[in-house]
């Protein structure tokens, strides 16, 4: 983790709160950056876009790509506030982007944030054919944890994305 990890992680945070700053306001950022440049930076849009598929992660592969004209972004680097879901991190695998940077981890937070009990980030990165991306977590853990439901909070039925 570098200083300019730390820089491009507070972007995403920024980004992140411009939805809202409470945890029912899904305050999930994702930023790509490559060359010192970000080349996409996107919120989650799942509820304003009725698509299950619309996490920011996954808006930033389409801003990055539509912007860069290539769908592979190989040499770039993806921010997350959270921990990338399993959909994520296969898209990332697609993608090509060369490392991924999370803030909060799966223990950070609720596990309404994830889909599966079991799996997570790191097994779908090591199964994966390439063996050149690189997962680091708990950049500014924290203040990104700060963004959403813990652990332990009582989370009302309804909004929680897994169920
Ligand atoms: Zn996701």
């Keep these: 983790m570098t ?4 820089k491009w992680m507070r972007e995403a945070i920024r980004l992140a ?14 930023v790509i950056v490559r060359g010192g440049e970000i080349i996409a930076a996107e ?4 509820q304003e876009d009725n698509d ?3 996490h920011a992660e996954i ?3 389409r801003a990055g790509g539509a912007k860069v004209g290539d769908m592979e ?12 879901c399993g959909m994520c991190t296969m898209a990332s695998i697609w993608a090509k982007v060369g490392r991924i940077v999370y803030g909060a981890g799966r223990d950070d937070v609720h596990k309404m944030y994830f ?5 997570d980030t790191v097994d779908f990165i090591r199964d994966a054919y390439r063996d050149d991306l690189n997962l680091e977590g708990g950049c500014l ?15 009302p039925e309804d909004e929680q994305g897994n169920i």
């Excluded at 709160?17 to 994702?30: F, L, N, R, S, Y």
């Excluded at 889909?115 to 799996?119: K, Q, S, V, W």
């Excluded at 853990?141 to 989370?155: H, I, N, Q, S, T």
């Design 3 to 6: 200083p300019e990890d730390e």
């Design 17 to 30: 709160k411009t939805k809202g700053t409470t945890p029912a306001d899904t305050p999930i950022a994702a």
């Design 43 to 46: 919120t989650n849009r799942t």
């Design 52 to 54: 299950a598929t619309a």
């Design 59 to 61: 808006c930033a592969f």
């Design 73 to 84: 972004l190989r040499g770039a680097t993806l921010y997350s506030t959270l921990q990338p």
């Design 115 to 119: 889909e599966d009990r079991n799996l």
């Design 141 to 155: 853990k924290d203040e990104c944890a700060a963004l959403y439901y813990g652990p332990d909070d009582d989370v």
